[in-house]
Protein backbone atom coordinates (compact mmCIF):
# COMPACT_ATOMS: atom_id res chain seq x y z
CA UNK A 1 0.00 0.00 0.00
CA UNK A 2 1.35 3.40 -0.83
CA UNK A 3 2.10 5.75 1.75
CA UNK A 4 2.41 8.86 -0.31
CA UNK A 5 -0.85 8.46 -1.70
CA UNK A 6 -1.91 10.55 -4.89
CA UNK A 7 -3.60 12.79 -2.68
CA UNK A 8 -0.54 13.95 -0.63
CA UNK A 9 2.33 15.91 -1.92
CA UNK A 10 5.78 14.24 -1.77
CA UNK A 11 8.19 16.30 0.50
CA UNK A 12 11.11 17.49 -1.44
CA UNK A 13 14.73 18.09 -0.09
CA UNK A 14 15.56 21.72 -0.47
CA UNK A 15 18.76 21.77 -2.97
CA UNK A 16 20.65 25.00 -3.30
CA UNK A 17 19.88 26.38 -7.31
CA UNK A 18 23.67 26.78 -7.57
CA UNK A 19 24.14 23.21 -6.71
CA UNK A 20 21.66 21.90 -9.14
CA UNK A 21 23.44 24.12 -12.16
CA UNK A 22 26.79 23.40 -11.50
CA UNK A 23 25.63 19.72 -11.74
CA UNK A 24 23.37 19.93 -14.91
CA UNK A 25 26.46 21.87 -16.74
CA UNK A 26 28.62 19.39 -15.84
CA UNK A 27 26.65 17.11 -18.40
CA UNK A 28 27.28 19.87 -20.99
CA UNK A 29 30.96 19.29 -20.46
CA UNK A 30 30.87 15.97 -22.24
CA UNK A 31 30.10 17.85 -25.35
CA UNK A 32 33.14 20.49 -25.33
CA UNK A 33 33.77 20.50 -28.79
CA UNK A 34 29.59 21.37 -29.61
CA UNK A 35 29.64 23.89 -27.12
CA UNK A 36 32.90 25.42 -28.15
CA UNK A 37 31.32 25.65 -31.76
CA UNK A 38 27.94 27.00 -30.25
CA UNK A 39 30.01 29.87 -28.32
CA UNK A 40 31.99 30.84 -31.53
CA UNK A 41 28.74 31.22 -33.10
CA UNK A 42 27.32 32.86 -30.63
CA UNK A 43 30.33 35.33 -30.14
CA UNK A 44 29.84 36.07 -33.78
CA UNK A 45 25.70 36.37 -33.98
CA UNK A 46 26.44 39.13 -31.24
CA UNK A 47 28.77 40.87 -33.12
CA UNK A 48 27.10 41.28 -35.71
CA UNK A 49 24.11 42.61 -34.15
CA UNK A 50 26.03 45.07 -31.89
CA UNK A 51 27.45 46.11 -35.70
CA UNK A 52 24.78 47.06 -37.18
CA UNK A 53 23.19 49.80 -35.52
CA UNK A 54 26.83 51.49 -35.52
CA UNK A 55 26.87 50.92 -39.81
CA UNK A 56 23.18 52.45 -39.14
CA UNK A 57 24.73 55.55 -37.63
CA UNK A 58 27.55 55.91 -40.23
CA UNK A 59 25.35 55.35 -42.73
CA UNK A 60 22.93 58.41 -41.74
CA UNK A 61 25.83 60.96 -40.66
CA UNK A 62 28.24 60.17 -43.16
CA UNK A 63 26.70 58.38 -46.62
CA UNK A 64 23.51 60.12 -46.67
CA UNK A 65 24.80 63.58 -44.84
CA UNK A 66 27.32 64.13 -48.11
CA UNK A 67 25.45 62.43 -50.75
CA UNK A 68 27.63 59.18 -51.05
CA UNK A 69 24.73 57.12 -53.12
CA UNK A 70 27.99 54.39 -53.55
CA UNK A 71 28.95 54.32 -49.96
CA UNK A 72 25.02 53.72 -49.11
CA UNK A 73 24.94 50.88 -51.39
CA UNK A 74 27.56 49.26 -50.00
CA UNK A 75 26.77 49.65 -46.39
CA UNK A 76 23.46 48.00 -47.90
CA UNK A 77 24.84 45.13 -49.59
CA UNK A 78 27.27 44.37 -45.95
CA UNK A 79 24.02 44.65 -43.89
CA UNK A 80 22.26 41.96 -46.22
CA UNK A 81 25.70 39.99 -45.93
CA UNK A 82 25.39 40.11 -42.04
CA UNK A 83 21.91 39.48 -41.79
CA UNK A 84 22.39 36.37 -43.58
CA UNK A 85 25.18 35.21 -41.24
CA UNK A 86 23.29 36.02 -38.19
CA UNK A 87 20.50 34.31 -39.77
CA UNK A 88 22.42 30.97 -40.62
CA UNK A 89 24.39 31.37 -37.02
CA UNK A 90 21.42 31.62 -35.05
CA UNK A 91 19.74 28.62 -37.22
CA UNK A 92 22.85 26.42 -36.42
CA UNK A 93 23.22 27.20 -32.97
CA UNK A 94 19.95 26.49 -31.86
CA UNK A 95 20.40 23.09 -34.07
CA UNK A 96 23.31 22.44 -32.14
CA UNK A 97 22.06 22.81 -28.64
CA UNK A 98 19.23 21.01 -29.51
CA UNK A 99 21.28 18.09 -30.15
CA UNK A 100 23.27 18.21 -27.62
CA UNK A 101 20.34 18.84 -25.19
CA UNK A 102 18.57 15.40 -26.64
CA UNK A 103 22.13 13.46 -25.64
CA UNK A 104 22.12 15.24 -22.47
CA UNK A 105 18.84 13.64 -21.91
CA UNK A 106 19.30 10.78 -23.21
CA UNK A 107 22.59 10.43 -20.05
CA UNK A 108 20.56 11.49 -17.64
CA UNK A 109 17.78 9.33 -18.01
CA UNK A 110 20.20 6.27 -18.43
CA UNK A 111 21.90 7.64 -15.23
CA UNK A 112 17.97 7.75 -13.67
CA UNK A 113 17.22 4.44 -15.01
CA UNK A 114 20.45 3.23 -13.65
CA UNK A 115 19.67 4.56 -10.22
CA UNK A 116 16.21 3.02 -10.48
CA UNK A 117 17.31 -0.56 -10.72
CA UNK A 118 19.55 -0.18 -7.81
CA UNK A 119 15.77 0.83 -4.82
CA UNK A 120 14.13 -1.20 -2.79
CA UNK A 121 10.93 -2.56 -3.44
CA UNK A 122 9.66 -0.59 -0.68
CA UNK A 123 10.52 2.70 -2.39
CA UNK A 124 7.88 1.91 -5.32
CA UNK A 125 5.48 0.48 -2.71
CA UNK A 126 5.54 3.60 -0.84
CA UNK A 127 5.03 5.66 -3.69
CA UNK A 128 2.43 5.33 -6.82
CA UNK A 129 3.30 4.96 -10.11
CA UNK A 130 2.57 8.20 -11.52
CA UNK A 131 4.70 10.02 -9.25
CA UNK A 132 7.68 8.15 -10.48
CA UNK A 133 6.85 8.52 -14.01
CA UNK A 134 6.41 12.00 -13.58
CA UNK A 135 9.94 12.32 -11.92
CA UNK A 136 11.29 10.40 -14.73
CA UNK A 137 9.58 12.44 -17.73
CA UNK A 138 8.78 14.90 -16.71
CA UNK A 139 11.32 16.49 -14.26
CA UNK A 140 13.65 15.43 -16.91
CA UNK A 141 12.32 17.39 -19.46
CA UNK A 142 12.56 20.33 -17.56
CA UNK A 143 16.12 19.93 -17.02
CA UNK A 144 16.63 19.46 -20.99
CA UNK A 145 14.51 23.00 -21.57
CA UNK A 146 16.99 24.93 -18.64
CA UNK A 147 20.11 23.63 -20.83
CA UNK A 148 18.98 24.69 -24.06
CA UNK A 149 17.41 27.66 -23.07
CA UNK A 150 20.32 28.77 -20.91
CA UNK A 151 22.60 28.65 -23.67
CA UNK A 152 20.17 29.45 -26.63
CA UNK A 153 18.88 32.58 -25.19
CA UNK A 154 20.38 33.47 -21.36
CA UNK A 155 23.78 33.70 -22.17
CA UNK A 156 23.43 35.56 -25.80
CA UNK A 157 20.88 37.78 -24.03
CA UNK A 158 22.82 38.90 -21.30
CA UNK A 159 25.74 39.56 -23.14
CA UNK A 160 23.82 41.57 -25.60
CA UNK A 161 22.64 43.59 -22.72
CA UNK A 162 26.37 44.10 -21.45
CA UNK A 163 27.47 45.32 -24.79
CA UNK A 164 24.97 48.09 -25.55
CA UNK A 165 25.11 49.57 -22.12
CA UNK A 166 28.84 49.34 -22.93
CA UNK A 167 28.52 51.24 -26.04
CA UNK A 168 25.77 53.61 -24.97
CA UNK A 169 28.29 54.88 -22.42
CA UNK A 170 31.29 54.99 -24.28
CA UNK A 171 28.44 57.38 -27.10
CA UNK A 172 27.16 59.15 -24.76
CA UNK A 173 27.84 58.66 -21.17
CA UNK A 174 24.66 60.95 -19.55
CA UNK A 175 22.20 59.78 -21.58
CA UNK A 176 23.52 55.92 -21.02
CA UNK A 177 23.26 56.49 -17.14
CA UNK A 178 19.87 58.06 -17.75
CA UNK A 179 18.55 55.10 -19.37
CA UNK A 180 20.57 52.78 -17.06
CA UNK A 181 18.11 54.55 -13.69
CA UNK A 182 15.87 51.83 -14.40
CA UNK A 183 17.97 48.92 -14.70
CA UNK A 184 17.93 48.36 -10.73
CA UNK A 185 14.14 48.86 -10.42
CA UNK A 186 13.65 45.87 -13.26
CA UNK A 187 16.64 43.29 -11.68
CA UNK A 188 14.39 43.35 -8.19
CA UNK A 189 11.36 42.95 -10.03
CA UNK A 190 12.67 39.97 -11.97
CA UNK A 191 13.97 38.87 -8.20
CA UNK A 192 10.33 38.74 -7.06
CA UNK A 193 8.89 37.29 -10.01
CA UNK A 194 11.83 34.89 -9.93
CA UNK A 195 11.52 34.02 -6.25
CA UNK A 196 7.36 33.57 -6.89
CA UNK A 197 7.68 32.22 -10.13
CA UNK A 198 9.90 29.37 -8.45
CA UNK A 199 7.72 28.72 -5.49
CA UNK A 200 4.33 28.16 -7.91
CA UNK A 201 6.25 26.04 -10.04
CA UNK A 202 7.25 23.85 -6.91
CA UNK A 203 3.47 23.43 -6.46
CA UNK A 204 2.31 23.33 -9.81
CA UNK A 205 5.02 20.05 -10.49
CA UNK A 206 3.88 18.36 -6.65
CA UNK A 207 -0.15 18.88 -8.31
CA UNK A 208 1.36 17.51 -11.43
CA UNK A 209 2.99 14.41 -9.76
CA UNK A 210 -0.39 14.05 -7.76
CA UNK A 211 -2.51 13.96 -10.61
CA UNK A 212 -0.11 11.20 -12.79
Known amino acids: MSVNTSRVDEEQKEVLKKDTIIRLFRY ?13 IMAGTIAVSMATPIMMEYAINVC ?6 NGLLRLGALAVVMFLFFLAGTKVRMYIMSDVSNKVLLNIRDELYQHIQTLSFGFFDSR ?4 ILARIIGDVNSLKDVLSDSVTQLIPDLITVVCVAVIMLIKNYKLAMAALLTLPILVVGMLV ?6 KRWQIYRKKTSNLN
Do not use: N, S, W
Open 28 to 40: LLIYKKQIAAVLL
Open 64 to 69: VATGDV
Open 128 to 131: PTGK
Open 193 to 198: IETTAH
